[in-house]
């Protein structure tokens, strides 16, 4: 089936739909998903009282971002390669295996900048 050609508004408007719908799936079917968001509702108002300057609270508020745009990209990978079947490949282990170090980095990156930022505050 090929693909639709929408242009101008419909293409927004279909895009924004196709966003929802995966943050919801994400949401619904995703335990590692549900609990990184916990993580950004908790953390951003933190993030908000402790930066100084607007940079420091887009890197504090950016840093929780990416680690759920890193999940949702590791649940994509995980998805297409469950597509496959239930058996077990090399291929798609070490797949699976690079999105999870990835979302391993994303938080290790929070935990960096956080650090930095608190560091900065209150020593």
């Not at 050609?5 to 929802?20: E, L, Q």
């Not at 919801?24 to 609990?35: G, L, P």
């Not at 490949?89 to 699976?96: E, F, H, I, V």
Request: glycine share 6%.
């Amino acid at each position: 089936m090929p693909k639709p050609d929408r242009k101008g508004i419909a293409r927004i408007v279909y895009a924004t739909r196709y966003s929802w719908l995966g943050l919801k799936s994400a949401f619904f079917k995703e335990a590692a998903f549900r609990q990184e968001l916990l993580l950004v509702v908790v953390l951003t108002p933190v993030a908000v009282w402790l930066g100084r300057t607007g940079m420091e609270r887009a890197l504090l508020i950016g840093s929780l971002l990416l680690v759920l745009i890193v999940e949702l990209l590791n649940s994509a990978v995980e998805a297409v390669a469950d597509r496959f079947g239930d058996e077990w490949t090399t291929l798609c282990g070490r797949a699976k295996d690079m999105g999870s170090a990835a979302v391993f980095i994303a938080l290790v990156n929070v935990a960096t900048v956080w650090l930095l930022v608190l560091w900065e505050r209150f020593i």
